[in-house]
């Protein structure tokens, strides 16, 4: 599988505030925000994209969406809500080929395209 920075991140040759990990998961704050609490986290396997999902990822992809609940709370936002985001492919937007689930909070956001 091919790496990406995210890669480098999780062996930490590249900095990130990391915001939780354990031996599955990494998250870390995004560097360019787009709100103003901006996660992205990421499993330590590289899956490029949500295509790449296999039958056998369900529960990693489960406790993905574990760790996102759990970071949603910790920083306070889980009443109010937030946003959970998987951007695939080029109409998805996606610009880094390492799975990631974007968590954005921290204000009213909006709906539109
Ligand atoms: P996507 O467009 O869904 O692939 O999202 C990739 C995200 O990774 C973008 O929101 C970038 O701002 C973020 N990103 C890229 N490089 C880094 C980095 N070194 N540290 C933190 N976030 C990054």
Not at 12 to 25: F, G, K, L, S
Not at 53 to 72: N, Q, R
Request: glycine share 6%.
């Amino acid at each position: 599988m091919q790496e990406t920075i995210f890669s480098k991140i999780i062996r930490r040759e590249i900095p990130a505030t990391i915001v939780y990990e354990d031996e599955e998961i990494l998250a870390f704050k995004d560097i360019n925000p787009k709100a103003p609490i901006h996660i992205l986290i990421i499993p330590k396997k590289i899956i490029p994209t949500v295509n790449d999902i296999e039958p056998s990822d369900a529960e990693l992809i489960g406790k993905l969406v574990l760790a996102a609940k759990k970071i949603a709370k910790e920083k306070g936002v889980a009443e109010n809500g937030y946003r959970l985001v998987f951007n695939c492919n080029k109409d998805g937007g996606q610009e880094v080929f390492h799975l990631h689930c974007h968590l954005l909070a921290g204000k009213k956001l909006k709906w539109e395209f």
